[in-house]
C-alpha cells in the first residue's frame, strides 16, 4: 500500500480514511516560539498542543517550526500527560515474572543511548536523533519470557495507541523503551515520560505515552497496521518505501 498520507495511510486496505487536519505553526500564532529556549518552546508547545487536540477531533496533527523537524501525532483527542512519579509501565502476559515498574526503576537499568535518523512513513526525516532507554531485551529478560511467546503487544496509557513486535525483533538491540530524547527528558508531546524507540522501523512503530508490555503467542497488528501499514515496518523495506535506512 501506499503510505503517503499526512500523518496516516490515506488508503488502507482500499478504504479512504480521514488523515485529519493538519494546522501550522503560524496558524495557531505560535511562530515566535520557534526563536526562544529549547525548554521554553517545549513547555509552550506542549500546552498549546494540549489545548488544540481538545478541539481537534482527529486529534492529529503536526507542527513544523521549533521542533527540530518533528511533526506532532496524535491519534487520540488530548496529549496524555503523567507526572514521573505517577508513571508505571506494566509487564505481563507470557512471562514468569509479571511487573510494574516505576520511571524511577526504568532510569535505574542498563541505559543505552542510539542516535539515528527519525523516519517517519509519511516522508519526512529528522537526521541524527538521540534517543536513551533501557532495552527492551533488557526488560523481557528479567521478566522471563515463557516457551511459546512469539510476540510483544504495546498498549499507550492515551487509551488509543497500540503496537506490537515479532519476540525477535523485541530483543534486537535497538529496540529501546526510551525516557530520553535530544539528551533531555521525553517531553509528553513526544510520548513522554516514556515511549518506545524502534530504531531501525519507521517511527509509527515508537509508540508513544508507553504503559503496556504484554508478551504474547501471536502478533496483533497495531492501531495504523489495522489500517494497512506493514506489521514489519522496516525502514526503507516496508510500507512500499526504499529510504535507505540509516544506521
Ligand atoms: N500513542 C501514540 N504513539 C504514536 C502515535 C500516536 O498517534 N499515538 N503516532 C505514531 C506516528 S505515526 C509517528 S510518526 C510518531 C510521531 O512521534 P512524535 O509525535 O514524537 O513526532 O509517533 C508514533 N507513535
Ligand atoms: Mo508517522
Known amino acids: 500500500m501506499n503510505g ?46 494540549a489545548s488544540v487536540a481538545g478541539k481537534d477531533p482527529t486529534g492529529l496533527f503536526s507542527v ?22 505517577d508513571y508505571r509501565l506494566t509487564v ?4 514468569d515474572r509479571p511487573a510494574s515498574y516505576t520511571l524511577a526503576e526504568l532510569t535505574a537499568m542498563p541505559s543505552t543511548r542510539l542516535v539515528r535518523d527519525v523516519q517517519c512513513v509519511t516522508g519526512w526525516r529528522v537526521p541524527k536523533t538521540a534517543f536513551t532507554g533501557v532495552t527492551l531485551s533488557h526488560l523481557l529478560d528479567v ?26 525483533q523485541a530483543r534486537r538491540d535497538d529496540m529501546l523503551v526510551s525516557y530520553r530524547m535530544r ?12 515511549r518506545l524507540y524502534a530504531a531501525p522501523m519507521y517511527f509509527y512503530k515508537s509508540a508513544k505515552w508507553l504503559s503496556g508490555i504484554t508478551v504474547t503467542d501471536r502478533v496483533q497488528p497495531g492501531y495504523w497496521e489495522r489500517y494497512g501499514y506493514d506489521v514489519d515496518g522496516w525502514v526503507g523495506e516496508s510500507n512500499g518505501r526504499d529510504d535507505e535506512p540509516t544506521s
Do not use: M
Not at 15 to 32: K, S
Not at 65 to 85: E, K, L, N, Q, W
Open 92 to 95: 505481563d502476559g507470557l512471562v
Open 183 to 194: 539528551d533531555e527528558p521525553l517531553t509528553a508531546a513526544h510520548g513522554g515520560p516514556v
Open 4 to 49: 503517503t498520507g499526512a500523518g496516516g495511510p490515506a488508503r488502507g486496505k482500499g478504504e479512504e480514511r480521514p488523515v485529519g487536519r493538519r494546522i501550522i505553526l503560524g496558524a495557531l500564532g505560535l511562530g515566535a516560539l520557534g526563536v526562544a529556549g529549547g525548554a521554553t518552546i517545549q513547555r509552550g508547545l506542549d500546552n498549546t498542543l
Open 143 to 168: 521478566c522471563g519470557v515463557r516457551p511459546g511467546a512469539r510476540a510483544v503487544r504495546f498498549t499507550c496509557f492515551d487509551g488509543v495507541y497500540t503496537e506490537s513486535l515479532t519476540l525477535d
Open 64 to 85: 513544523l517550526p521549533g521542533t527540530g523537524g518533528f511533526r506532532f501525532y496524535s491519534v487520540a483527542d488530548t496529549v496524555p500527560h503523567r507526572s514521573a512519579d
